[in-house]
Nanobody, 127 residues
Framework: QVQLVESGGGLVQAGGSLRHSCAAS????????MGWFRQAPGKEREFVAS????????YYKDSVKGRFTISRENAKNTAYLQMNSLKPEDTAVYYC????????????????????WGQGTQVTVSS
C-alpha cells in the first residue's frame, strides 16, 4: 500500500509555471506507475500524464504536450508534474495517483485504473 501527499498548487497568471510534487510513503515507490489527473469545476476528472516505474516511459494528454512534464525521483519517493505556459483552461484540482501496473489502462488513465490517490491540490490560472 502507498499513501500519496501532494503539494505545489496555487494561483498563477496565464503563461506562468508551477510544479506539483507527489510524495509517496512506503519503500516500494519504484514499483508503482504514477499518473496525474485533474478535475475542473462542473467537469469530470480527466487524465493529464503518466510515467512508468523507471521514468523511462511517459504519456500525455494531447492538450498538455509540450507544456507539461511528468518525472519522478525514486530515491526521494516523489513524482513531479512541471507545468509551463499555463492557460486559464488548466484551472482545476490536480491529483496524483499510483498503481502497480504499467498497462494501457494506467498509461492512458482509463477509468479507475489507478488504485491509490492523493488528496488533490488546487491550481488556478488567471487570464
Amino acid at each position: 500500500q502507498v499513501q500519496l501527499v501532494e503539494s505545489g498548487g496555487g494561483l498563477v497568471q496565464a503563461g506562468g509555471s508551477l510544479r506539483h510534487s507527489c510524495a509517496a510513503s512506503g519503500r516500494t515507490f519504484s514499483s508503482y506507475a504514477m499518473g496525474w489527473f485533474r478535475q475542473a469545476p462542473g467537469k469530470e476528472r480527466e487524465f493529464v500524464a503518466s510515467i512508468d516505474w523507471s521514468g523511462g516511459s511517459t504519456y500525455y494528454k494531447d492538450s498538455v504536450k509540450g507544456r507539461f512534464t511528468i518525472s519522478r525521483e525514486n530515491a526521494k519517493n516523489t513524482a513531479y508534474l512541471q507545468m509551463n505556459s499555463l492557460k486559464p483552461e488548466d484551472t482545476a484540482v490536480y491529483y496524483c495517483a499510483a498503481d502497480l501496473a504499467w498497462s494501457i489502462a494506467t498509461m492512458r488513465g482509463f477509468g479507475n485504473a489507478y488504485e491509490y490517490w492523493g488528496q488533490g491540490t488546487q491550481v488556478t490560472v488567471s487570464s
